[in-house]
């Protein structure tokens, strides 16, 4: 029953910042899926007879590979698969049940807020037994392993159903589906204080949270509606489509127009939200404002200690490089560490295993805790509406209170997408090597202090990540960061990050772009944005 098959091996199957992505087609080439999936397996070692959790985002193409990834792991020696119904699991939720269950990892099939469908995107990640990606030691391996495969393990049985939870044995291996929502919508009542959330809501607060045709739309129905009590409707798109209704799942003001336009309103709602793909990032927008996630980042850990989970404080605060110091001042304040990261949420694990951070960001609309180790957008969402319910104030005004005791940073990132991949790889190398040179010169009032190639050095286990984006810090606190996406499948995505602090409360009110329109200038110049992709604007501003 078990067959051992031949294979070649394929030369692009290297995981970026979150897995493996790529194109359906490509995924859709013989054996693609299957070489991936037991270079993983290969990588791995002590796993006979135990766990891993299987699930995925619902995307095209998801009870393809599912099917394919059970029977692997029965052929190649798991004692037991648990999968979420109908092959559904969101990112959190995965991490959850990977922690909960004491699985030995997890195979989340996901692109994310990448856009799905039979020629859109498509991924494989694995997360390991802490419920968090793996680290680049694992990546590492993996890819290398893709290099050389020559077969591949798959028992030969009838395909698994999917759709009935219960267990039932596949090639000798226990599969057992399990609902997709209930142990993770228990991890939020454990965290949150839902009696208090709900005599908001109760008490006439309007929430209203978009979950774009993705994963998040079962949790959000349950939670937000059956357990917080919000009037039906409250919760759009509720239905996982496979190909999102042919929209970009991606919670930002691009791709959530509809919500942010709603949240402007004269009889906006009080508060808005979006969640992804996958469900680990979140939007955040309260009547008439617009909360950068940066900016979010800081304030849930200004406040986190407001809601049950979060009353003993925290133990630090971990964002990504290129996310705005804005939680640096709040560390700061509460005495505490703050951490800087390269982009990507496996590079938090290591820092919440020690207990060293207890809350993480990106400037990317991912917030999350050591509640699982993954970013998570329903928790963010949750968080807020906790916070909100304890101070009984409304967004606008926590905002603008937040920035007079810590100032502002004004941030914004602008995407370039689909770049000629050489222009962009160019424009990198021409960065580099400006890098000695930069510091000391002048652009108009803007005079460079530093600049370097981020590396991190893990405090935990002292592993080095190199090249993890271009810096230039300005006088005064201001800074341009320059990197290439990690998770784009067609071309390069150049992302340039920009920010502003402004300590004087009198100047908080400026329209963002605005307000860095020097540095984006100076970007342009020290960069060659324009003249070497050819744009002559971003493709996404957030
Ligand atoms: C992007 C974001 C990064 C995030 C990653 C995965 O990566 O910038 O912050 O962790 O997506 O998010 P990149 O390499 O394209 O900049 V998701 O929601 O895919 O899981
Ligand atoms: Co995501």
Redesign the pocket.
């Known amino acids: 029953m078990i067959k051992t098959i031949a294979t070649t091996p394929y030369d692009d199957q290297k995981p970026?910042?979150?897995g493996l992505r790529k194109k359906v087609p490509v995924f859709q080439q013989k054996n693609y899926a299957e070489n991936f999936i037991q270079a993983i397996f290969d990588s791995l070692e002590g796993f006979a007879g135990e766990t891993l959790v299987i699930g995925g985002d619902g995307r095209f193409y998801n009870r393809e590979v599912i099917q394919i990834a059970i029977k692997m792991a029965a052929a190649n020696g798991f004692g037991r698969v648990l999968v979420g119904r109908g092959g559904i699991l969101s990112?959190p939720a995965a991490s959850n049940i990977i922690r909960k269950y004491k699985a030995f990892g997890g195979i989340v099939l996901?692109?994310?807020?990448n856009p799905g469908g039979p020629t859109e995107d498509f991924g494989i990640k694995y997360n390991i037994g802490n419920g968090g990606p793996a680290p680049e030691k694992i990546t590492d391996a993996i890819y290398a392993r893709t290099k050389v495969i020559d077969s591949y393990k798959i028992a030969d049985v009838e395909d698994i159903n999917l759709d009935n939870e219960g267990a039932q044995d596949v090639a000798g291996m226990s599969v057992t589906v399990i609902d997709p929502v209930t142990d993770y919508a228990a991890l939020m009542e454990e965290l949150f204080d839902f009696a208090a959330i709900r005599s908001l809501i109760s008490s006439g607060f309007n929430v209203v949270f978009d979950a774009m045709s993705a994963v998040t739309g079962p949790y959000a129905k349950e939670i937000i509606e059956n357990r917080l009590g919000a009037p039906k409707g409250s919760v759009l798109n509720f239905v996982p489509l496979p190909d999102f209704g042919g929209h970009h799942p991606d919670p930002n003001l691009v791709h959530a127009r509809a919500l942010y336009d709603q949240m402007m309103a004269d009889d906006a709602p009080d508060f808005g939200a979006a969640s992804?793909?996958?469900g680990?990032?979140n939007l955040i927008i309260g009547k008439g404002i617009f909360v950068t996630p940066s900016d979010s980042l800081a304030l849930l850990a200004a406040n986190a200690h407001l809601a049950p989970g979060y009353s003993a404080g925290l133990a630090g605060i971990a964002r990504?490089m290129p996310t705005s110091g804005a939680a640096d001042r709040v560390a700061e304040k509460l005495g505490i560490k703050l951490y800087e990261t390269p982009?990507?949420?496996k590079f938090f694990g290591n820092l919440l295993d020690a207990g060293l951070a207890t809350i993480c960001g990106?400037?990317?609309a991912?917030t999350g805790s050591n509640h699982v180790r993954e970013?998570d957008g329903l928790w963010a969402v949750l968080l807020w509406l906790n916070i909100l319910a304890v101070r009984k104030e409304s967004v606008i005004d926590i905002v603008h209170s937040h920035w007079a005791t810590y100032g502002r940073n004004y941030y914004s990132r602008h995407d370039y997408e689909e770049v000629d991949s050489a222009a962009a790889n160019g424009l990198v190398t021409a960065l580099r090597d400006q890098l000695a040179t930069l510091p000391g010169k002048s652009f108009g009032a803007l005079k460079v202090v530093a600049a370097d190639d981020f590396a991190y050095h893990d405090p935990v286990d002292g592993s080095v990540s190199k090249n993890q984006g271009i810096r230039i810090l300005f006088e005064g606190g201001s800074r341009v960061v320059f990197?290439l996406?990690?998770?784009?499948t067609s071309g390069a995505?150049l992302?340039v990050y920009i920010e502003r602090f402004e300590p004087d409360t009198s100047r908080h009110g400026i329209e963002t772009q605005a307000a860095l329109a020097d540095l984006i200038a100076v970007a342009d110049e020290i960069a060659g944005i324009r003249s070497r992709t050819g744009r002559d604007a971003p493709s996404v501003i957030t």
Do not use: L, P, V
């Not at 996406?485 to 784009?488: E, F, N, R, V, Y």
């Open positions: 970026g910042t979150s990112t996901s692109a994310s807020h992804d793909g996958d680990d990032r990504s982009t990507g949420w990106e400037e990317s991912g970013k990197r996406s990690g998770t784009g995505t992302r």
